[in-house]
């Protein structure tokens, strides 16, 4: 079974920064590639970036330069730095993982539980 642990998630100011973390576990032959979604009320979840094992990085159209995906390969890791947070980045915000399980050696998608991030004044 494999495991998707977010967290970050908070209120924060209009122009204010957060950072969020996203954990794998369980039985994980490889994995290649981590991202982050997210879906806010009454609309479609949407991506918010993601990168490959070969080092690609897409980013939504939306994020504009102000955010900002990394991995830790050796920790399962992947991190959202986002920074000129807009009251419209209010969403909750999922982690996903295009995972190859070790017992089946099947690929798949998993996914976190989400973690609340809300820009408000």
């Known amino acids: 079974q494999v495991q998707l642990v977010e967290s970050g998630g908070d209120l924060v100011q209009p122009g204010g920064s957060l950072r969020l973390s996203c954990v794998a576990s369980?039985?994980?032959?490889?994995?290649?590639?981590m991202g982050w979604y997210r879906q806010a009320p009454g609309k479609q979840r949407e991506l918010v970036a993601d990168?490959?094992?070969?080092?690609?990085?897409r980013y939504g159209d939306f994020v504009e330069g102000r955010f900002a995906i990394s991995r830790d390969y050796a920790k399962k890791s992947v991190f959202l730095q986002m920074n000129s947070l807009k009251p419209e980045d209010t969403a909750v915000y999922y982690c996903?993982?295009?995972?190859?399980?070790?017992?089946?050696?099947?690929?798949?998608?998993?996914w976190g539980q989400g973690t609340q991030v809300t820009v408000s004044s």
């Open positions: 996903n993982g295009d995972i190859i399980e070790s017992s089946s050696k099947r690929r798949g998608s998993y």
């Open positions: 369980g039985s994980i032959f490889s994995i290649n590639g």
């Open positions: 990168i490959r094992s070969g080092g690609t990085i």
